[in-house]
């Protein structure tokens, strides 16, 4: 979407010179220019968030379309419904992507949900869903761009169900001792995305394999530059902590706590 790995890094090490100044967490961070918009912690209330975005898309006359994801938990809450029906009825331009990612939390579907597929949670709204291997980035291009256009047309939201697979833990603090080791090793010998990728370019000609070691050494060098441009950057003054808390905040220098 744009954002550069410097900013990313900062963001991830709440310099005083990241997006948000220090402020929310690696993904909790906008680029109103670019087009994105930081996730929410309760991801559920993204969609309404995205549906009101594109609201306004609508009434602008703007040829823009809003893309929004959930994961299978996040299509149990309310929110996730609420948007969802707000969207269809005022037919608008967003696409909805649904992540069957196996796990909600260490929840598996057969605990949350009664539907073998989350597209199907969208019938009873008059969404048109679709469902595609979530790990075949080809078949996720192709359903997005369909979507995409045709919410671009005036035809209304439109639901993508990705069947994948969450490899990681919730967060830092989860180690996913609830889901079976054979499991996950079977999803990442035979279903990794990225290895299914470039194993169907090389199959069909498209990239040789020394272009895409160029392209890991060209991204690796990138990545560790920004690293090394930020990692001793200052942190954020305590004193810059309350201005876009507070219409009228203490006055620099002010003391605003005391110790105990």
Known sequence: MGAQPIEILRQYMAKADSPTHGRELNL??????????????????????????????????????????????????????????????????????????????????????????????????????????????????????????????????HFIEVKTYRRKGHAEHDDQHYVPKEELEQWAKANDPVDRYVQRLLAADRVAEGDLKDIDDRVRVEVDQATDACVDEPLPEPQTALPSVYVDPPAAGKLWFKSL
């Open 28 to 157: 909790h961070f906008n680029d109103l220019e670019k087009g994105y918009l930081g996730q929410i912690s309760h991801l559920g209330d993204m969609i309404p968030v995205m549906a009101g975005i594109a609201l306004s898309f609508k009434l602008r006359g703007e040829a823009r379309v809003g893309l929004v994801y959930i994961g299978d938990g996040g299509t149990s809450t309310g929110t996730f419904h609420e948007g969802l029906n707000l969207a269809a009825v005022q037919r608008l331009p967003l696409v909805v992507i649904g992540e069957y990612n196996h796990w909600a939390y260490s929840t598996p579907p057969q605990k949350q949900f009664a539907v073998k597929d989350l597209a199907e949670k969208t019938m009873g709204y008059g969404i048109p869903a679709v469902t595609v291997d979530g790990n075949d980035v080809f078949a996720v291009y192709e359903a997005t761009k369909f979507a995409v256009e045709r919410a671009r047309r005036g035809k209304g939201v």
